[in-house]
């Protein structure tokens, strides 16, 4: 296991439960002290204003009604003084809650990033991509609400059970309307946190579809554009938000409910403490000092009982948005990684053959292999094989070890796998290429040819690209991916069409540079263009899946009318 230094981090080896109530109590043993930090504020925070009516009271009955300055004095400065705790924990415990708050929120985005990079493509099939979207968006936040709460629930229940102490000294009474009345008016409400959470749930779960929908067709817009489908989309959109309205509607009377409580349930206190505490008075059971203090503890319990109700709403909302990410949490990937099988990786020899048995393809090392078929997707599926980009076990072999057996980073370390379609994201230039320096992405624009479309992008080099590189030329765009798969430098680059959106000049001048630049490394072109064929140490014909021929393009052009129709489509 590892540890860091950095007190927020979680280490990288430790496993989040997969049940949201779980989930919340291992968030919260990973923070107990400033939990508890919170707690210690919160509690003499919350009790220096309780006993401020106490008191008060004293101060009258010993002070004005017994005519005593120095008592009247002292009690003053007891009121001070409690005003004084008063403001100094709650600066701390201020302080306390937002920090738990902020950590426990941080912590679950990071063990829940951790889980979308290790589960892969796999995530996206499980659940829509907006779901995620949301939940990095959102629940998040939410996930710390509970523990924002806590010093401030901690005191509420200290304060509530020392104001009922005081009472039942004071008049049986009265404290026994504190110690049975309270409890009873927040178990009521049991009716309406039930289905509050199967409300919040589901208008969360329509929110999270809305967002995939938005996500989707913003990905496809170009496309919707060209087919003269937008409002199609469109429509299907202002249905999807009517829902999420409708679903927010059904919400909001519970949610309503539940906010009207926070002001319903303290006012019913002040109404029945201070009744019966006014008929006592005047009955003589009590002095008029304890009648100002019993108001006095009536509008303090004002504080612990709508506490103990927002209690109750943060914790619901934190179980929704704990749902939503345990979800995400339980995504496995398409290929088990385990650390212990990080040793295998050294085994692996960048001098040795890549095999896959399912098609008989066979990359020689340090060879520029080039896989050929009337089918596209056959060839690609060959691609997606060696870099483990499907689910499933296709016993693909690397000098004896299957890559199946080996944890799936240490396969994405070395095989690198640009696809035919490959995507750009948004931010620095230098970060978008990666490498090491700029004379490696230098190097890497030079072999994909894709200068022209650095120097269109605004800073070039030092500027940023859009998003999708969506100010790019198809083009331009595929050679900017060919340069960020180059630049990697992997032991084996796996390359699926990419020179399909290029001219033929430019196609040729990636086709030399290309060989001379992986000279001596392993590359697999899939492709059918000749140009690239040309420079290509050797090519396999792949027909139904498995490879037919084998040879050099020339060679094969002569002698293999199959592969002659593929590569000339028909062509003399």
Not at 371 to 396: F, I, K, M, Q, W
Not at 544 to 552: F, I, L, N, Y
Request: proline content about 5%.
């Amino acid at each position: 296991m590892r540890h860091h230094s950095w007190p927020y981090a979680i280490d990288a080896d430790a496993a989040p439960p997969l049940d949201a109530d779980r989930l919340v109590l291992w968030l919260g043993r990973r923070q107990w002290r400033t939990l508890l930090g919170g707690v210690l504020f919160g509690v003499p925070w919350m009790l220096s204003v309780a006993l401020v009516p106490a008191a008060i009271g004293r101060a009258v009955d010993e002070g004005l009604v017994a005519r005593d300055p120095g008592a009247l004095v002292t009690w003053s400065a007891v009121i001070m003084g409690l005003g004084v705790v008063s403001a100094v924990t709650t600066n701390g415990r201020h302080w306390f809650a937002v920090r738990n708050w902020l950590v426990a929120s941080f912590r679950t985005a990071l063990v829940t990033e951790r889980a979308v990079r290790r589960a892969g493509p796999a995530l996206t099939r499980e659940l829509p991509a907006g779901e995620v979207v949301t939940s990095f968006a959102s629940d998040f936040w939410r996930m710390g609400n509970a523990f924002d709460i806590t010093a401030r629930m901690a005191g509420a229940v200290v304060s509530f059970v020392v104001v009922s102490a005081i009472l039942l000294r004071g008049s049986v009474l009265l404290g026994v309307i504190m110690l049975v009345g309270g409890p009873l008016l927040l178990a009521s409400l049991a009716l309406v946190v039930r289905p509050l959470q199967r409300r919040q749930q589901a208008q969360r779960a329509e929110a999270g579809r809305l967002t995939s929908l938005g996500a989707d067709t913003v990905a496809g817009l170009r496309v919707l554009r060209g087919i003269g489908g937008e409002d199609a989309f469109l429509a299907r959109y202002t249905a999807q938000s009517d829902r999420v309205r409708r679903a927010g509607v059904r919400l909001s009377p519970l949610q309503a409910t539940l906010d009207a409580a926070q002001v319903l349930l303290p006012g019913v206190f002040v109404v029945v403490v201070t009744g019966v505490g006014a008929h006592l008075a005047v009955a003589g059971e009590i002095t008029p000092g304890q009648l100002v203090a019993f108001y006095g503890y009536t509008a303090f319990l004002t504080m612990p009982l709508r506490t103990a109700t927002e209690f109750v709403d943060k914790l619901i909302r934190t179980r929704v948005a704990a749902r939503r990410v345990v979800r995400v949490l339980a995504v496995r990937p398409d290929h088990a990684t385990s650390p212990s099988l990080a040793a295998v990786g050294a085994l692996l020899d960048p001098g040795a053959p890549l095999l896959d048995p399912a098609s008989g393809v066979v990359v020689e090392p340090g060879r520029l292999t080039a896989l050929v078929s009337a089918r596209p997707e056959e060839t690609a599926e060959v691609a997606d094989r060696l870099g483990r980009l499907l689910p499933g076990r296709h016993g693909v072999c690397w000098g004896g070890v299957a890559l199946d057996d080996l944890p799936l980073d240490e396969v994405r370390a070395r095989v690198v796998v640009s696809e035919a379609d490959p995507h750009l994201f948004s931010g620095p230039v230098r970060e978008a290429l990666g490498g090491p320096d700029d004379a490696a992405r230098w190097a890497a624009v030079h072999v994909a040819s894709a200068g022209d479309a650095i120097e269109a992008i605004d800073g070039g080099m030092g500027g940023d690209l859009e998003e999708r590189g969506r100010a790019l030329s198809g083009g331009q765009r595929q050679r900017v991916a060919l340069a960020r798969a180059l630049v990697r430098d992997p032991d084996v680059l796996v390359l699926v069409e990419p020179t399909s959106a290029v001219d033929a000049h430019t196609e040729a001048r990636i086709a030399e540079r290309l060989g001379a630049h992986r000279a001596g490394r392993t590359t697999v072109v899939v492709t059918v263009s000749p140009l690239l064929l040309d420079r290509a140490d050797t090519v396999l014909l792949l027909e139904d899946g498995r490879v037919t021929a084998s040879g050099r393009h020339h060679d094969l052009l002569r002698s293999h009318p199959a592969y002659r129709d593929v590569v000339l489509r028909g062509e003399d």
